[in-house]
């Protein structure tokens, strides 16, 4: 796997917990919003019995909701 150098994290995926980590969120609510919020990244199946999020897509919408909050200051 590549190291992505613009985040400092390594490879093409993030498990959920690392992805709930990253966010500040818990697994629970992880979940949810991959479930309910369109916008949230989507779990992608890497292997049979394994599933991910992709960090690009994890990074670009840590980086939309940044945005969003310094747009409502």
Request: aromatic share 16%; net charge positive.
């Amino acid at each position: 796997m590549k190291r992505n150098h613009a985040s400092g994290l390594d490879g093409y995926f993030m498990t959920i917990k690392e992805t709930c980590e990253f966010f500040g969120f818990s697994r629970s609510t992880c979940y949810r919003e991959e479930k309910f919020n369109p916008k949230f990244p989507k779990l992608v199946k890497i292997s049979p019995r394994r599933k991910a999020f992709t960090t690009q897509e994890v990074i670009n919408y840590g980086e939309g909701l940044k945005w969003e909050l310094q747009q409502s200051k």
